[in-house]
């Protein structure tokens, strides 16, 4: 029997087979959006849109977060800090009490839920750049909570990498194409597909540390 791709190197998937899909995630995250942007993951998606459009501001990320987007703030010299959750996750009622007008606050929606904020929002200025970060959810069932949203297409999709900037907003984020000659990005998922029985994992797990190591 032809095998057509792995799945984990252990089972085939004949994609020949498969019917066609009649929804299209991409779509979905995107809908009517003005503004909608791919970039290599989520944290770079980050990245692109405070430096384009607050990269003065500090960012102010949920105190329970991946350590790898205040890594990536970092690395660009972006400031950011940090507002208190509680032990469920929700947002208490002061979080925001230090966050100035010109400041980035990303929400969190976190394990497919949507943020639990209450009538924090509230308390923000409307100046803020706000940011709602769905990268563990397909949908979360609820309107969104911010002008800009960030979805990976990575976490939920099982595909090799992808973070997609959505906006409410029409704005010019022009591409950095400065490394657009630099494939190293790709070195796991060449080897990972040259080795469709799952004998040398190693070597292309070994790559993606590599790749996950250079942060964006």
């Given at each position: 029997?032809q095998?057509?791709?792995?799945?984990g190197?252990?089972?085939g998937?004949?994609l020949e087979?498969m019917?066609?899909?009649t929804?299209?995630?991409?779509?979905?995250w995107?809908?009517?959006a003005?503004?909608?942007?791919g970039?290599?993951?989520v944290?770079s998606?980050?990245?692109?849109?405070?430096?384009?459009l607050?990269p003065?501001s500090?960012?102010w990320?949920p105190?329970?977060t991946?350590p790898?987007l205040p890594a990536?703030?970092a690395?660009y010299?972006l400031a950011h800090?940090?507002?208190?959750v509680?032990a469920d996750l929700?947002?208490?009622?002061?979080?925001f009490?230090?966050v100035?007008?010109a400041?980035?606050?990303l929400?969190?929606?976190?394990?497919?839920r949507?943020?639990?904020?209450?009538?924090?929002l509230?308390q923000l200025p409307e100046?803020c750049?706000?940011?709602?970060?769905?990268?563990?959810?397909?949908?979360?069932?609820?309107?969104?909570?911010a002008?800009w949203?960030?979805?990976?297409?990575?976490?939920?999709l099982?595909?090799?990498?992808g973070?997609l900037l959505i906006?409410d907003n029409r704005?010019?984020?022009?591409?950095d194409?400065t490394?657009?000659?630099?494939?190293?990005?790709?070195?796991a998922?060449?080897?990972r597909?040259e080795?469709?029985?799952?004998?040398?994992n190693?070597?292309?797990?070994q790559?993606?540390?590599a790749?996950e190591?250079?942060?964006?």
């Amino acid at each position: 029997e032809q095998l057509h791709g792995p799945i984990g190197g252990f089972m085939g998937l004949d994609l020949e087979a498969m019917p066609r899909p009649t929804l299209s995630m991409l779509a979905h995250w995107v809908g009517k959006a003005p503004t909608a942007l791919g970039f290599h993951n989520v944290r770079s998606a980050l990245v692109h849109l405070v430096k384009h459009l607050a990269p003065d501001s500090t960012v102010w990320l949920p105190a329970y977060t991946c350590p790898s987007l205040p890594a990536a703030l970092a690395q660009y010299d972006l400031a950011h800090d940090y507002y208190r959750v509680t032990a469920d996750l929700s947002v208490p009622a002061d979080a925001f009490e230090r966050v100035a007008k010109a400041d980035t606050v990303l929400l969190m929606n976190y394990f497919g839920r949507p943020a639990q904020l209450g009538k924090t929002l509230a308390q923000l200025p409307e100046q803020c750049l706000l940011i709602e970060d769905c990268a563990q959810t397909l949908d979360t069932g609820q309107p969104a909570q911010a002008p800009w949203r960030l979805y990976s297409a990575r976490k939920m999709l099982a595909v090799p990498d992808g973070g997609l900037l959505i906006g409410d907003n029409r704005a010019t984020l022009t591409p950095d194409f400065t490394a657009w000659h630099d494939t190293g990005f790709m070195t796991a998922v060449i080897n990972r597909g040259e080795d469709p029985t799952a004998q040398h994992n190693q070597h292309w797990y070994q790559a993606h540390q590599a790749e996950e190591a250079r942060g964006l």
